[in-house]
Structure formats: structure tokens, C-alpha cells
């Protein structure tokens, strides 16, 4: 068994799933139809099954265990360091709020397990039309994603007491978790400058940490790695699963995904700057009952600006250094193809916004010299949905 992962069985998982439904219903549950989704080397235990109540009644489940060896829900880390606790209060509260997500179902803190409603195995995942649909297909895709997120982020704009709460709840013991993207930026300083050169702003540097730290209109839940593998296109629209990485936050880290070719996916692509703009404009209609300032386009970019940056940091906290010395391929691109097009987007991101000059210069000295040591890496692929209608 891997070093890093604890003594828990699938039938554990099972066990424990069983025991907190029959809790949470009054009445015994029965777990069957038992299918173990992913492999032996996944972090988590991921099971689909079907539970029958005393009445016959029968209903689709997914039921998720960590498998962390260093899990302790009794630990002050325990939902700040992401995996089983973060979801838990991230489902918490979207089961509070309603958003199309799968139901939270039932759970228990101390063995690591949680039980959500499932959509069913077939619904498609929003790479399946990316990868292998029409461009109409991939673009419809594309704006239901938008919308579901914007939905996400308005029904949690406000939230961090609630998700405190829930915090408190669930893990008594535990700290909050720092805003997504905080650490990121906090390496900056350290990643950038000793890698590649060039001093970073303060000043810059300063202006986008307090808009993490505060994001006033823009504090919502941010689902932290929003990508084609972690969204269902279900009949009720695209629906959000995973949020391990999830924490209140600026919510557009998460919006910042389809124009950086959605930085945390194996399924990395880029999407034609037509679409991103029809996306964008879902999304900001989306959200903007809630947070009114994302009908202003000026206001939106000025935003948005530090989300792209902010998600390039982390970026090349991930890649930079293993890609520096050699080149390897995760899915359908490279670490160095991927480290190409976020400085490139980020830039382009800056320039819309005529914001940050002094990073926009160091990031565009980083892609001059990158590009140099790097000749033969290609960019960044469209997705093939939309290779053949876009000429790049």
C-alpha cells in the first residue's frame, strides 16, 4: 500500500456510509450495487452504490472516503489543508443554499466519509463534449458551466460566517482555511524572482493581497479547481462536484478557468476568444444579482485581473521548478505548454485591464526568455471541439 495512504477499505467506506444514512434516516439503510470508480491510486476511496430503505425505496449514491494516512478530524489542520474536511463544510453550506451540486446526503467526520445524492453514471462530464463534441456542442457546454458557476458564486456571496459555522461544527478543533490563492501569492516572491529574474512590484504584489484578503462584493465560495472533469452536465444544468479545494474567497479564481485553458486539469485546452467572451458574459449575468458590479465590463476586468494573476502564481508554483529542468506531459499538454499560455493569458488580462504594469513587465520578460530557452514547446491546444472552425 502506498506510504501515504491510511488502512481503509472500500468495505470500510461502505460500512461507514450504511451507519450514518440509517443515522440521519431513523431507520436501517441497505448499501448495494457496489462499483469502486478509479484506480488503487487515488487519494480518495470514490464508490458508486444503490441504498434501500425498510420501505424498499432505492436511491443512487456516491460515497467518497479519504484515504489520507495523516486524516485527523480532531487536528487544527484538518479542513485548512484541504481534502475530506474541506468539502464537508463547502457541502455544507451549498446544501444550505441550494446551488446544482449533488446533494449532501449524510456523513462521518471522524472516519473521513461523506455520501452525496449521484446524477447517474451516464451523465456526461463537461470534457466528454470538449474533447469529442461539435463546436456548437462544446460552446453550449461551455455557457451552462458559466452559468452554474455564476449561480454557485451568487447563492454564496456573504458566506464565510456560514461556512465558519460550519467549520466549527463539524471540526471543533480545526482553523479556517486561508482564502484560495493567499499561499500562492505568498510564494510569489520566492517562485518568480529566484527562477527566472526580476524583482516583483511591492506595491503590486500589496494591492493583490488585500483583494484576496477582501474582496468586498466578491467574497463568495470558490470551488478552487473548477474543471471539465469536476462538472456534470446534468438535466438541471452543469453541476459542480469536488470541492476540496473549495474556500470563501475571490470568486473569480474560479472565473479566471476558461480563458488560462483551465490550469488544473489534466484535460487542459484553450477555448477561442469568441466563445471566452460568450462565457464570460453568461457568467457575469449570472452572477450579477448578487454582485452587481459584474455588469460593469470596466469593474469585471479590473476584478478579473487579479484573479488571472493570482492563478498564475499558482501555476508556476506547481510547474515551474520540475519544468525548468526537464519536460513532461500530464493529459493532452505539457508543464511547459501550460506555463506558456498562463503567463501569456495573464498578460493579455493585464493589458485589457491597463492594470499592473510593473507585473505585466516582468511577466512578459519571464515569457520572452522562457520562449527562448523553450523554442520547440508548442502552444497551448484548442480543444478539438473547436480546432477545425478556429483558424489559431
Same mark, same amino acid.
Given at each position: 500500500m502506498n506510504a501515504s495512504f491510511r488502512d481503509f477499505t472500500?468495505?470500510?467506506?461502505?460500512?461507514?456510509?450504511?451507519?450514518?444514512?440509517?443515522?440521519?434516516?431513523?431507520?436501517?439503510?441497505?448499501?448495494?450495487?457496489?462499483?469502486?470508480?478509479?484506480?488503487?491510486?487515488?487519494?480518495?476511496?470514490?464508490?458508486?452504490?444503490? %441504498?434501500?430503505?425498510?420501505?424498499?425505496?432505492?436511491?443512487?449514491?456516491?460515497?467518497?472516503?479519504?484515504?489520507?494516512?495523516?486524516?485527523?478530524?480532531?487536528?487544527?489542520?484538518?479542513?485548512?489543508?484541504?481534502?475530506?474536511?474541506?468539502?464537508?463544510?463547502?457541502?455544507?453550506?451549498?446544501?444550505?443554499?441550494? %446551488?446544482?451540486?449533488?446533494?449532501?446526503?449524510?456523513?462521518?467526520?471522524?472516519?473521513?466519509?461523506?455520501?452525496?445524492a449521484d446524477f447517474g453514471a451516464d451523465v456526461p462530464w463537461l470534457a466528454a463534449p470538449l474533447l469529442h463534441g461539435s463546436a456548437s456542442e462544446a460552446e453550449a457546454a461551455l455557457l451552462a458551466y458559466a452559468v452554474s458557476l455564476g449561480r454557485l458564486h451568487a447563492a454564496t456571496v456573504g458566506c464565510h460566517e456560514a461556512y465558519a459555522a460550519c467549520v466549527r461544527e463539524a471540526y471543533p478543533a480545526a482553523r479556517a482555511p486561508r482564502s484560495v490563492g493567499e499561499a500562492w501569492l505568498a510564494g510569489a516572491a520566492a517562485i518568480g524572482p529566484s527562477l527566472l529574474g526580476g524583482a516583483l512590484p511591492d506595491a503590486e504584489l500589496a494591492v493583490l493581497f488585500q483583494r484576496l484578503r477582501d474582496p468586498g462584493p466578491w467574497l463568495a465560495l470558490v470551488h478552487g479547481d473548477p474543471c471539465p472533469d469536476n462538472v456534470l452536465l446534468t438535466a438541471q444544468?452543469?453541476?459542480?462536484?469536488?470541492?476540496?479545494?473549495?474556500?470563501?474567497?475571490?470568486?473569480?479564481?474560479?472565473?479566471?478557468?476558461?480563458?488560462?485553458?483551465?490550469? %488544473?486539469?489534466?484535460?487542459?485546452?484553450?477555448?477561442?476568444? %469568441?466563445?471566452?467572451?460568450?462565457?464570460?458574459?453568461?457568467?457575469?449575468?449570472?452572477?450579477?444579482?448578487?454582485?452587481?458590479?459584474?455588469r460593469d465590463a470596466a469593474a469585471f476586468r479590473r476584478e478579473y485581473v487579479v484573479a488571472v494573476v493570482v492563478r498564475l502564481f499558482g501555476s508556476l508554483e506547481w510547474h515551474l521548478d520540475t519544468a525548468l529542468k526537464g519536460d513532461s506531459t500530464w493529459g493532452r499538454a505539457t508543464q511547459r505548454n501550460r506555463i506558456l499560455w498562463h503567463l501569456q493569458a495573464a498578460i493579455e488580462a493585464m493589458e485589457r485591464a491597463d492594470a499592473l504594469p510593473g507585473l505585466r513587465r516582468v511577466a512578459q520578460a519571464w515569457l520572452t526568455d522562457l520562449g527562448k530557452r523553450w523554442p520547440d514547446v508548442q502552444k497551448l491546444s484548442v480543444y478539438p471541439a473547436f480546432a477545425m472552425a478556429w483558424d489559431d
Open positions: 472500500t468495505d470500510d467506506a461502505v460500512s461507514c456510509a450504511a451507519a450514518s444514512l440509517s443515522l440521519a434516516a431513523g431507520e436501517p439503510i441497505a448499501i448495494e450495487g457496489i462499483s469502486v470508480l478509479g484506480d488503487e491510486q487515488r487519494r480518495n476511496h470514490v464508490i458508486r452504490a444503490v %441504498t434501500r430503505g425498510s420501505s424498499g425505496d432505492r436511491q443512487g449514491v456516491v460515497i467518497k472516503a479519504t484515504r489520507a494516512a495523516d486524516y485527523d478530524a480532531a487536528s487544527e489542520d484538518a479542513v485548512a489543508k484541504g481534502g475530506i474536511g474541506r468539502e464537508w463544510a463547502a457541502a455544507s453550506v451549498l446544501d444550505q443554499r441550494g %446551488t446544482c451540486t449533488a446533494r449532501f446526503l449524510a456523513g462521518d467526520v471522524a472516519a473521513g466519509v461523506m455520501v452525496f444544468g452543469a453541476a459542480l462536484l469536488d470541492f476540496e479545494f473549495a474556500a470563501p474567497g475571490h470568486v473569480l479564481i474560479d472565473a479566471a478557468y476558461w480563458r488560462m485553458g483551465f490550469p %488544473t486539469c489534466w484535460c487542459a485546452g484553450r477555448v477561442p476568444d %469568441t466563445v471566452a467572451e460568450l462565457v464570460e458574459r453568461a457568467y457575469r449575468d449570472a452572477v450579477a444579482g448578487a454582485i452587481p458590479d459584474a
